[in-house]
């Protein structure tokens, strides 16, 4: 059976309070289905809130290029460690409103792997670099997240070959505005090996949907 890997993106989003109350609706849904892997990426304020009890695995959103020490403000891939097992690197907001350059992402590919942190690798088409031992690639076309507008299923497919032809990839999902509704025509393409779905993730009924009609 074809691999299937579904991570939400919170990003900026959910207080504490608000946290919990998604949590407790989504523990409600159902049973969640064995054949998919499923990760959900949360600020790094609600780590600790969910790691006991989220019933899939947990990742953060970003990681600091450097070690610990001296560095204001960062979170270094060590802590991260103690509390999730994923992390984001190379998302569209974070090159484009914080300046991430392909060298800064590879400093934090390196930190994240040193102490065994699993890796989600956004990109936004074939050419973008990818750094070795990245364990999942994301496909995420700027123009798609956040807007409503989806790539197509056939486009999406085709760029994720061309990137695992290049790269040496074996696993890549899509990304960009994906929906309980659009998730299987992308689940249907041969190359596709899931989704990392941003706002559908927001609401504990439409993600369990999104995680169900992508898995059937
Ligand atoms: P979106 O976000 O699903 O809200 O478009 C996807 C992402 O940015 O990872």
Same mark, same amino acid.
């Given at each position: 059976?074809k691999? *299937?890997?579904?991570?939400?993106n /919170?990003?900026?989003?959910?207080?504490?309070v608000?946290a919990?109350? /998604? !949590?407790?609706?989504f523990?409600?849904?159902g049973?969640l289905p064995?054949?998919?892997? *499923?990760? !959900?990426?949360?600020?790094?304020?609600?780590l600790n809130v !969910?790691k006991?009890?989220?019933?899939? $695995?947990l990742?953060?959103q970003?990681?600091?290029?450097f070690?610990?020490g001296?560095?204001?403000?960062?979170?270094?891939?060590?802590m991260?460690?103690e509390? $999730?097992? /994923?992390?984001?690197i190379?998302?569209?907001?974070r090159?484009?409103?914080?300046?991430e350059?392909?060298?800064?992402?590879?400093e934090?590919?390196?930190?994240a792997?040193?102490v065994?942190?699993?890796i989600?690798?956004?990109?936004s088409?074939e050419k973008?670099?990818?750094?070795?031992d990245v364990? @999942?690639v994301a496909y995420?076309p700027?123009? $798609?997240i956040?807007?409503?507008k989806?790539?197509t299923?056939?486009?999406?497919?085709?760029?994720?070959?061309m990137?695992k032809?290049? /790269?040496?990839?074996?696993t890549?999902i899509y990304?960009?505005s994906v929906t309980?509704?659009?998730?299987?025509s992308?689940?249907?393409e041969?190359? @596709?090996?899931?989704?990392?779905?941003g706002?559908?993730? *927001?609401?504990?009924?439409?993600?369990?949907q !999104?995680?169900?009609h $992508?898995?059937?």
């Amino acid at each position: 059976m074809k691999s *299937l890997f579904i991570a939400g993106n /919170w990003k900026c989003n959910k207080t504490m309070v608000e946290a919990r109350d /998604w !949590l407790a609706a989504f523990k409600h849904q159902g049973n969640l289905p064995v054949n998919a892997i *499923l990760v !959900l990426c949360v600020p790094y304020t609600l780590l600790n809130v !969910l790691k006991a009890e989220l019933p899939v $695995a947990l990742g953060a959103q970003n990681v600091s290029p450097f070690p610990d020490g001296a560095y204001t403000g960062e979170v270094s891939a060590k802590m991260i460690k103690e509390l $999730a097992d /994923w992390v984001i690197i190379g998302h569209s907001e974070r090159r484009k409103y914080f300046g991430e350059t392909d060298e800064v992402l590879k400093e934090k590919v390196m930190r994240a792997k040193e102490v065994g942190l699993k890796i989600i690798y956004c990109v936004s088409d074939e050419k973008t670099v990818i750094p070795h031992d990245v364990d @999942i690639v994301a496909y995420e076309p700027v123009w $798609a997240i956040g807007t409503g507008k989806t790539d197509t299923p056939e486009n999406a497919n085709h760029v994720i070959e061309m990137i695992k032809k290049q /790269w040496r990839v074996t696993t890549i999902i899509y990304g960009g505005s994906v929906t309980a509704e659009n998730v299987a025509s992308f689940m249907r393409e041969p190359s @596709i090996d899931g989704v990392l779905p941003g706002g559908a993730s *927001l609401n504990p009924e439409t993600f369990f949907q !999104l995680i169900i009609h $992508a898995s059937s």
